[in-house]
Every structure is written in structure tokens, then in C-alpha cells.
């Protein structure tokens, strides 16, 4: 089968893994690929990137820009980038930085903008790792059984919730921390999420004020209340959290990205057999600094990724790595690309 992998640098896919360094080709110049995903009512993989949100409908080989509105900001304040992307029943969703939020009801051939996600009250207080003014509307998902409610995470702004599709929104900031990363709703009301921070520097210069205890948290009562169950793990900077066959994985790093420049900074990866009342340090290549960031499952093996992200100066010494998860838990790398991977898919 063969696998889409997501990089700081395009959209690259290999026949099979593993792989040789030269068989991976770069099939998409998108910049940073921030989605990828695919879903069950609408054929093809879609792709949210620095550069736009993209759909392939031959397995990744051939790419359509769908057009997602951008640049609706003042000349100094960079371009507009996808940050999230969500296929409904009815229609496809797509997530900027500026934070905006857009809805196509045609599969992508228009757009319009769902203008009461502008109207949150905690919006103010928003902010990005990178620009204070403009946060990213990072995760974009709908809940198992119910198709009209949506859910959004926004780096830094908290999480948000819609009952509508979108058209109007609940504020719900004040229940987890700001950084978010990831929402994973595995029942109608039980998610997880992947936190981080901001940088403590940031903070002491007034800019940032996302800069609480980060972590993996869960939900049991649809995002009303959150609990925080990584437990003593001390690895609170995470990026993503993965389930499969009953067993929740997470990468997280002691330190945010800031102190990724010099490696001052341990990384580990955990996996639970009990929903997070429990955690167990494994050992995988690329130990102790490369973050795993994405999982999937590939011809029934789990497989991973990993690099280093959001470092104010990319570090061009650091390679992307593919892993992958054998029966009796043990990780070996597959694969190498030439930048971070950040999100990976089977198609």
C-alpha cells in the first residue's frame, strides 16, 4: 500500500514500506503540509498546507488546489495558511490562521465564511506561536453520532464548540488550556486532546499568554469539563495522541519548540493498555530529540513519524523518519525523508 507522507517541506509518497531514501517522491510543492486526511463521504485525500488545501483523487499522484480564500490580511502580515481541513455529510470545512473558518457545500468549487466563529468572546485573547495577532485554527472535527456538531482547536485560543454546522459557536476557552494541538472525539462524549505552550520567553515579553502546563487531556461529557491523564510522564509539550485496537500513544517533549534549535530538549513516547490510567516509556529511533508527531496504520502495522517543528530557524541537519511498530511493540525506522513529518496516511 502505498503511503502519503506530509512534510515541513511538501507532500511527498512512497510505493511501500519500507523504503530507500530515493524512492520517496515529492508530489506536492505545498510548503508545510498541517493536514492530511481522507473521509468516508468524499472520494479522494485532502491536504491543508501553508500554501492551500488540495484533493487527490488518484491516490496521491496528481493534485487540485480547492481554493480555500486567503491573503485577507494587511501586507505585513505574511500570507494566509490552511491549518485544518474537515469533510462532513454535507459539506467540507477548511481552517485558516487569520483565524477564519470557511464552509463548501460543492466540494470545494466555492467557499463562503462562517462568520460566527469571528464572533467568540475569548477571540482578543488568541495568538499564535509564531504572531501574536493571528492564531491558527488548528484542529477542525465532528463528533461520532453527531453530524451537525463541530469541533475546533485553536493554537492558542482553546477549544470552541458548534451544534449548527459551523453557523454559530459556544465558547469554551475557559476549560482547557490555550495551546491546542489535536481534538480526537472517540464517542459522542468522550475526546482527547494534545496541548502544549507557548514559550516562557514569549511570556516575559507581554506576548504570550499560553503558557500553562500543556498535556494530554480527556472529556466525558462532550467538552464540558476536561482532566488532564498523562499522569508523571513530564513529557507535557505534545503534538498528537493516537488510538488503535484499544491502546493510546503520545510523543511529547519537556521543552517547546524554542529550545528544539540547540537540542536542549528530551523527548519520549508512551503507550497505555488502560485509556491513560497507566503509561509506559518506550524506547524508538530517533531518541532523544526527534518528536513522533503522526501515526497510522498501514497493511495492519502502526507506523509513525517524526522531526522537529515550528523551530523559529529550521534546522536543515534534521531529517524526517518513518517507523514502524512491530507485534511485540518494538520500533524500527522503515524510511527517511529529507524534512520533518509531521502528518502520514495510507492510500
Known amino acids: 500500500m502505498a503511503l502519503l507522507i506530509g512534510t515541513d517541506d511538501g507532500l511527498y509518497r512512497v510505493g511501500d514500506v519500507p523504503f530507500e531514501r530515493e524512492e520517496a517522491e515529492r508530489v506536492l510543492d505545498c510548503g508545510m503540509v498541517t493536514g492530511l486526511r481522507t473521509f468516508e463521504v468524499f472520494e479522494g485525500v485532502f491536504v491543508a498546507s501553508t500554501a492551500g488545501a488540495y484533493r487527490s483523487r488518484d491516490g496521491g499522484e496528481t493534485w487540485v488546489d480547492l481554493g480555500v480564500p486567503l491573503g485577507d490580511r494587511f501586507w505585513h502580515a505574511g500570507e494566509s495558511e490552511v491549518w485544518s481541513i474537515l469533510g462532513t455529510e454535507d459539506a467540507l470545512y477548511a481552517g485558516t490562521n487569520d483565524p477564519y ?18 464572533d467568540l468572546p475569548s477571540r482578543g485573547h488568541w495568538e499564535s506561536p509564531i504572531d501574536p495577532h493571528y492564531a491558527r485554527l488548528r484542529a477542525l472535527e465532528t463528533v461520532p453520532g453527531r453530524p451537525d456538531q463541530l469541533v475546533a482547536g485553536v493554537e492558542a485560543g482553546g477549544i470552541h464548540l458548534s451544534k449548527d454546522g459551523g453557523q454559530t459557536w459556544l465558547d469554551r476557552r475557559d476549560t482547557i488550556v490555550d495551546d491546542i494541538h489535536q481534538v480526537l472525539p472517540i464517542t459522542e462524549d468522550v475526546w482527547l486532546a494534545a496541548t502544549g505552550y507557548l514559550d516562557h520567553n514569549i511570556e516575559a515579553i507581554g506576548l504570550g499568554h499560553a503558557v500553562g502546563e500543556g498535556g494530554l487531556w480527556r472529556t466525558v461529557d462532550a467538552g464540558d469539563s476536561w482532566k488532564r491523564i498523562d499522569g508523571d510522564t513530564n513529557f507535557s509539550y505534545i503534538r498528537r495522541v ?13 521543552e517547546a519548540p524554542p529550545a528544539w534549535v540547540e537540542d536542549d530538549h528530551e523527548v519520549a513516547l508512551f503507550e497505555s493498555t488502560n485509556f491513560g490510567r497507566d503509561w509506559e516509556r518506550v524506547a524508538y529511533p530517533g531518541e532523544p530529540h526527534e518528536v513522533v508527531e503522526t501515526w497510522a496504520v498501514d497493511d495492519g502495522d502502526i507506523v509513525c513519524g517524526s522531526g522537529l517543528f515550528d523551530v523559529p530557524d529550521r534546522r536543515e541537519d534534521v531529517e524526517g523518519r518513518i517507523m514502524r511498530r512491530d507485534d511485540e511493540g518494538a520500533y524500527e525506522t522503515v524510511g527517511r525523508v529529507e524534512a520533518n513529518v509531521g502528518h502520514i496516511h495510507p492510500v
Open 242 to 254: 493516537f488510538v488503535h485496537d484499544g491502546r493510546v500513544f503520545f510523543g511529547g517533549g519537556e
Open 101 to 118: 473558518l470557511y464552509r463548501s457545500v460543492d466540494g470545494g468549487d466555492t467557499w463562503h465564511e462562517l462568520k460566527g466563529f469571528r
